[in-house]
């Protein structure tokens, strides 16, 4: 099945069902959505040709997509679901893009930067107590608000040691997993963060996705296997 006729956009990111039973795509080249399967896949206009890593959808049907070009957050009205980008509130980031070693093949390269100049790549998202986290490679983690961000780990901004975030995953209320490029795998817990001492062997390989089954295992998806 193809989602349109550029290739591109049938380079799938992820894959995610909102409340109202939507089915929504994030490829290489945009956003498509569809809620019956004999309907042809439309995209989302307002982020055509944007790389879309990751969505979920918060308590109140908002729902918010990371991409290479920073957030979005779609609110549903009448005339169907309209998506507008979040303003990155950062004030002190590491300035990079994805390297090459870090980056799967075919990565659209048309990284937004944000007012103070920095890279806005929002690779994760997640809802996490009730508040949606986005994960930006080259910031840390971010708290997003209303219309906003607010970085809020790493707290030192010199610190380069997990910013590089790529994957989260919420296990239950208790804990949240972060994948990132190159400094392994981290969780928060009690409003801690650290270092998962028994998966030190993952630093120095991307840790893609992360993922949680019903008997309370976590799996992790990493570019060594």
Not at 23 to 48: M, Y
Not at 55 to 81: E, F, H
Not at 114 to 135: E, L, P, S, Y
Request: hydrophobic share 35%; charged share 20%; aromatic share 10%.
């Amino acid at each position: 099945e193809r989602i349109s006729n550029d290739p591109e956009s049938n380079f799938i990111r992820c894959l995610y069902q909102s409340s109202d039973g939507i089915l929504w795509c994030g490829t290489n080249r945009g956003l498509f959505f569809r809620k019956d399967p004999a309907e042809t896949w439309r995209r989302a206009d307002e982020l055509a040709g944007r790389a879309v890593y990751s969505i979920a959808q918060d308590s109140g049907g908002r729902l918010v997509a990371g991409t290479s070009n920073g957030l979005y957050s779609g609110l549903k009205l009448d005339t169907g679901w309209m998506f507008a980008r979040v303003e990155n509130g950062v004030t002190e980031a590491a300035d990079n893009v994805a390297p090459d070693d870090v980056r799967s093949e075919s990565v659209p390269q048309q990284n937004e930067r944000t007012g103070n100049g920095k890279i806005d790549n929002v690779r994760a998202v997640c809802i996490f107590n009730g508040t949606v986290i986005a994960g930006s490679y080259g910031q840390g983690l971010e708290h997003v608000k209303e219309s906003s961000l607010e970085q809020f780990w790493p707290t030192d901004p010199n610190e380069t040691a997990g910013r590089d975030v790529v994957s989260l995953y919420a296990q239950g209320n208790s804990r949240l997993w972060i994948g990132t490029a190159r400094s392994g795998v981290y969780y928060m817990e009690g409003g801690d963060i650290r270092q998962e001492a028994s998966l030190a062997g993952l630093a120095g390989s991307a840790v893609w996705s992360i993922s949680g089954d019903d008997k309370g295992g976590i799996w992790f998806a990493t570019a060594h296997g």
